[in-house]
T-cell receptor, first 111, second 115 residues
């Protein structure tokens, strides 16, 4: 079983839509959860990270962790064409020294 | 404040040649990580280094791959006798600290093509 699973998409939504991106993970001991955004031909950039359970909000982005179901989510409100990118969930593993990534969900926000 | 720098951005090698990928971490960062992104796959951890030490190489292939982070100069990921399956994007990240307190900042990547 993979440590992190993510639906690869692609996901296409109209501008202004609410986007929901999701991952599941296998090990209940994981504590730190990240969301990265990667534009085509670029390196990943950290959007948000959360510790343990709960929600974290930053502008139009909300990250949510449900440890009981081992489910992590990223919500994007009022999506914009500039949000078109691949979104990667990641978990800090290996004693806190390495990131284990999902395969990424490709998002396209259309005008 | 320059970010993580990687060079070259694109590298073409023929089968059997050597590839050397360089990574200069952000200023003040002493922790370096290498990841590989194969087509249709996510980023996979390869190795974690601090100055002059390999801390975790659990993601490195057993043969042909090596990494170093010398006291002076950039971190180097070296691939000997490249094969077509080595074609991928290789990303370097750096952090100030380790664990959850050390946010990893990624470079733009080196895209290796093996002919």
């Amino acid at each position: 079983q993979k440590e992190v699973e993510q639906d690869p998409g692609p996901l296409s939504v109209p501008e202004g839509a609410i986007v929901s991106l999701n991952c599941t993970y296998s090990n209940s001991a994981f504590q730190y959860f990240m969301w990265y955004r990667q534009y085509s031909r670029k390196g990943p950039e950290l959007l948000m990270y959360t510790y343990s359970s709960g929600n974290k909000e930053d502008g139009r982005f909300t990250a949510q962790v449900d440890k009981s179901s081992k489910y992590i989510s990223l919500f994007i409100r009022d999506s914009q064409p500039s949000d078109s990118a691949t979104y990667l969930c990641a978990i800090l593993t290996g004693g806190g020294n390495k990131l284990t990534f999902g395969t990424g969900t490709q998002l396209k926000v259309e005008l | 404040n320059a970010g993580v720098m990687q060079n070259p951005r694109h590298l073409v090698r023929r089968r059997g040649q050597e590839a050397r990928l360089r990574c200069s971490p952000m200023k003040g960062h002493s922790h370096v990580y290498w990841y590989r992104q194969l087509p249709e796959e996510g980023l996979k951890f390869m190795v974690y280094l601090q100055k002059e030490n390999i801390i975790d190489e659990s993601g490195m292939p057993k043969e042909r791959f090596s990494a170093e982070f010398p006291k002076e100069g950039p971190s180097i990921l070296r691939i000997q006798q490249v094969v077509r399956g080595d074609s991928a994007a290789y990303f370097c990240a750096s952090s100030r600290g380790q664990g959850a307190g050390g946010e990893q900042f990624f470079g733009p990547g080196t895209r290796l093509t093996v002919l």
